[in-house]
């Protein structure tokens, strides 16, 4: 488990990179746990950002991210 955390993680990062700025909790902490909870129970990667926003969703009461 710990390459696929290794891999997760430099992709974030890289993403925040060409930004030239980045809301760390919004960018990479919010993303982070969700990413390595849907490896681990196979959910396909392209659909974890929307996943991950239905959950927001779902626990904010229907207001979303």
Avoid at 22 to 29: C, E
Avoid at 30 to 52: C, T
Avoid at 53 to 64: A, L, N
């Amino acid at each position: 488990l710990h390459e696929p955390i290794a891999e997760i993680t430099q992709e974030l990062l890289n993403k925040m990179g060409p930004k030239g700025e980045a809301d760390l909790v919004l960018d990479f902490a919010r993303p982070l746990p969700f990413r390595i909870a849907s490896e681990m129970l196979g959910y396909p990667k392209d659909d974890a950002e929307k996943v991950l926003d239905w959950t927001d969703t779902f626990v904010q009461g229907g207001s979303g991210p």
